[in-house]
């Protein structure tokens, strides 16, 4: 085992550093920046189908459903499709409306979720094009759905996922920067930025790991023996927020919840003290002013500020009790950054926690049953 671990204490922490590379081995072959090329063959097979959609319904579980509702911020954005985002196990017993020109997605590491995979069967029946994003070769999923692209992450062995996150946010990103090329959404720059900004992101998601790990276990020294915590975050970050709260629940069982932080003052503000950690995801691009003004009503109640900036902030870092920088990107790419120190922050306060980071209590890698 130490072996496989290559070198790291757990198998989480090896598969955080894996980032770099896995995404780059999930767009190898597929984008082609400088020829503003973005192909995958389950896409191209199917792009009728894809550009005739009225609507794409995402199912998913867990880390997989957050992985979802980045792709809804980007895809609509992008392509201006309709997207709507569901708990698999929800979806499958509402009764929902399912069309026959609904596309349905379906996220997936392991390609064994229970609930998925009932949710695809419920869309096929009902006459839905279903396209599964999974991670495990030949799964379930996998072959239950038409059509498919896989992530290349490889094996994820600790139960809380990580790269596997990643991977998803990594295709369903060319899915929309292909369907957006198709369509004609967005601009030949835009398209054109977009495309060279995902190419150089492993350089940026390790130069995130290489910025990051010191300081999260830093602030993880100082905040390991809290009761909660909160995560807020704004656009294409919301859900970066839910993944991180995510984080830290499954490994170091403190409780904590992620929110959109203008939603902070509709309930959570009531629970802001000089013990609260604030975990706030704000860089530079999307709605920074507000972000930064939802700091300051923190702030004012005496909240713990722990702030993920964009390198070279110092508006955040006036306000903040700690910061944590990391490169710049594009507002669309930036989950794949911001989501860089907050792993780090839970796997550093789990351990320091003595808690079992690789196989957390009451956790499965992958839910086969209800
Ligand atoms: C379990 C795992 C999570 C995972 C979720 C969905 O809860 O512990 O890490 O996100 O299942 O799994 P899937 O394999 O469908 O992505």
Redesign the pocket.
């Known amino acids: 085992e130490q072996i496989e671990k290559g070198g790291y204490d757990h198998f989480m922490l090896k598969e955080i550093y894996e980032q770099p590379n896995v995404i780059k081995d999930t767009y190898r072959g597929r984008l082609l920046a400088n020829e503003g090329i973005i192909k995958m063959a389950g896409i191209e097979d199917n792009l009728e189908k894809f550009l005739n959609a009225d609507r794409i319904l995402i199912v998913?579980?867990?880390?997989?459903?957050h992985a979802g509702l980045v792709a809804e911020y980007i895809i609509e954005e992008f392509t201006r499709i309709p997207v709507e985002v569901e708990y698999a196990s929800e979806f499958r017993y509402r009764n929902p409306i399912i069309n026959k020109n609904d596309i349905v997605i379906a996220?997936?590491?392991?390609?064994?979720?229970a609930d998925?995979l009932a949710a695809i069967k419920l869309a096929k029946e009902n006459g839905a094009f279903v396209f599964g994003v999974c991670?495990v070769v030949g799964s379930s999923?996998s072959r239950e759905t038409h059509a498919g692209a896989y992530t290349h992450a490889g094996p994820e062995i600790g139960?809380?996922?990580t790269k596997?996150f990643t991977t998803q946010i990594t295709v369903l990103t060319m899915i929309a920067l292909r369907l957006a090329k198709a369509k004609g959404t967005l601009s030949n720059s835009d398209f054109h930025r977009h495309l060279q900004e995902l190419e150089i992101i492993p350089e940026k998601v390790q130069e995130a790991l290489e910025m990051t790990n010191e300081v999260a276990k830093t602030i993880a020294a100082k905040f390991k023996d809290s009761q909660n915590c909160l995560y807020l975050g704004r656009g294409y970050n919301f859900p970066v927020a839910l993944e991180g709260a995510l984080k830290l629940k499954?490994i170091s069982y403190i409780h904590a919840e992620g929110y959109p932080a203008a939603e902070m003052k509709h309930g959570p503000i009531a629970l802001i003290d000089e013990q609260m950690p604030v975990v706030v995801i704000a860089p530079k691009q999307g709605h920074y002013d507000k972000v930064v003004s939802n700091i300051q009503e923190i702030k004012s109640r005496s909240g713990k500020i722990i702030a993920i900036v964009t390198k070279g902030d110092t508006q955040v870092r006036d306000l903040a009790d700690y910061v944590i920088e990391i490169p710049d990107t594009s507002d669309a790419l930036s989950p794949l950054l911001t989501t860089i120190p907050l792993q780090l922050l839970s796997y550093h306060i789990a351990v320091m926690r003595d808690c079992n980071v690789d196989q957390p209590r009451n956790?499965?890698?992958?839910?086969t049953v209800e």
């Open positions: 998913a579980c867990g880390t997989s459903w996220i997936s590491q392991s390609g064994e979720t998925t991670n999923i139960v809380a996922s596997a499954e956790l499965a890698k992958s839910v």
